[in-house]
């Protein structure tokens, strides 16, 4: 679909591989919108009866967005659109009909733990790191229904600490808090993927996504709207200071305005 997505179905599996490893599979606007493409492909084809997502490499499932693409942003408008528009492909990724499995070795960063959150399953190898460090690093904030998901995959206590410590998760507290379903080694893990892939799509699709369905549904009613929360971030002085700071390596100085 793309030099940096690409899209292969094997028997009734859909791959949906993130492949920018030189940049930690970091996400530019047009891998938003191929993963996008990705998901329409697996509803539109009756054979596919799960997908894996996972990045190029052992160093990331998907560090994040790119930020050199946030140096053009000057107005909380563009925060506000960005957000947007990350929450409809995210949104995306979660009504997938077929059950979604994340393999995440190495950082699943920022956009990359939400789209991991997004998806059915985590299988994590001992290398992964989960992480929301933007109150570190950049000075923004999630939408609403980021929040909401993460709420209701490992709780308020814990999606606040991830934001307010700004610290990695790796694999077994993934597991302990919610963020991953099992760790896998490396090298007994494409046999555990297929093994997991053989099954459900074995398993009554109409059981697994009325399951599915329902719990994205019962989200969706505790999502706020909070345009107003990320106008204030995005538009601030902080969030052109952290992403200055962020590709000119120094620490950012935060102002509070």
Sequence with gaps: ??????????GSTAVITFDRPEARNAFTWEMYQRLYDACEAVDA???VRVVVLRGAGSRAFVAGTDIHQFLSF?????????????????????AVRVPTIA?????????GL?????????????????????ARTLGN?????????????????????????AEFVDAPQAVAVGLANEVVGPDELEARVEQLCERLSAHAPLTMWAT?????????????????????????????????????KPPPVWRDR
């Design 141 to 165: 904030c999630v939408s609403a229904s980021t929040c909401a998901r993460l709420v209701a995959l490992i709780g308020p206590a814990r999606t606040l600490e991830l934001v307010y410590t």
């Design 74 to 94: 000057d107005s909380a408008a563009q925060g506000i659109e960005y957000e947007s528009r990350v929450a409809e492909v995210i949104d995306r990724v979660e």
């Design 212 to 248: 599915k369905e329902t719990l994205r549904r019962m989200r969706e009613q505790i999502v706020p709207d909070a345009d107003d929360l990320v106008s204030a971030c995005y538009g601030s002085q902080d969030f052109r200071e952290g992403v200055s700071a962020f590709v000119a």
């Design 103 to 111: 393999v995440v070795e190495g950082y699943a960063v920022g956009g």
């Design 45 to 47: 084809d009756d054979d």
């Design 114 to 134: 939400v789209i991991a959150a997004a998806c059915d399953l985590r299988i994590a190898t001992p290398s992964a790191r989960f992480g929301l460090p933007i």
């Design 1 to 10: 679909m793309t030099d940096h997505l690409r899209y292969e179905v094997r």
